[in-house]
């Protein structure tokens, strides 16, 4: 007999096995991937473009897509195959920008948010761009809810997802939320909780709930945010290990997350549990290195 499924029950998605953290200051294009027990790689020749300030996050279940970022001011993407493998530069849709967000949706989708370009006049943005289960870029959709830059984003719920804090030009850090449903709408701002901040990063854990982690305030700081699987999130809780900004995130091991590089040139990550706890600092594994991306894979 076939199983009996609730009509209204969430299954969360069966990847996130592996991981991978790419790209970074100063435009370069090297990986790192990540084994589903949270050992890092050492680096991977890159490929496609290297550029700092960019984006990524899972698709078609068990892939990953880096975006956008800063080269330049770029839109280029390159898909990540289930094995890890990244591919050549795709020729970038919509608004070229950097210091923005990326997370999947829908258990299947991704979507690339917010952000900043200062080709011109400067700009926030709040706009964001589709990714298809097969890869694809969508063109530019409406912005919803307060523009900025240099927030993070992760996934909760199974199938949905969740903008946080940032920057504000000529207003300054926030702590604000935006839902992002599993059909990718994403919704007004919601109250932020915890130390307003900029350049941190989040990843789900628990395959069901989130983190936000690290960043800037007036320095830089290492307290945790959880956010819970109906995308509510917690008071700070205090920081382990270094304190420092532009890093990346992303999930492994199906339900526990690492937090990974950042600050000038660093290298050591830290692992987070299938309940939210984020261990002392690891070692660091390849090219230290600030503003570069992360997502899950396979």
Known sequence: MFPIIPANSVTADSGNDEGIFGYGYNNVSMTNLVSNTGVVSSDVAGVGTGRHYLAACEYGGDKGIFGY???GVTAVTNLVSNTGVVGTDVTGVGTARGFLVACEYGG??????LGYTSAGASADYSLTNLVSNAG????????????RYSPA?????GDKGIFGYGYVSFSGVVSMTNLVSNAGVVATDTTGVGTARLRLAA???GEDKGIFGYGKTAGVVSMTNLVSNVGVVATDVAGVGTAREFLGACEYGEDKGI???G?????????VSNTGVVGTDVTGVGT???????????
């Open 69 to 71: 970022g800063y080269s």
């Open 108 to 113: 299947d989708k991704g979507i690339f948010g």
């Open 136 to 147: 694809v870029v969508a063109t530019d959709t409406t912005g919803v809810g307060t523009a």
């Open 153 to 157: 984003a992760c996934e909760y719920g």
């Open 203 to 205: 990843c789900g854990y």
């Open 259 to 261: 937090f990974g590089y």
């Open 263 to 271: 600050g000038g040139a660093y290298s050591m990550t830290n692992l």
């Open 288 to 298: 230290g290195r600030h503003a570069l991306a992360a997502c899950s894979f396979n």
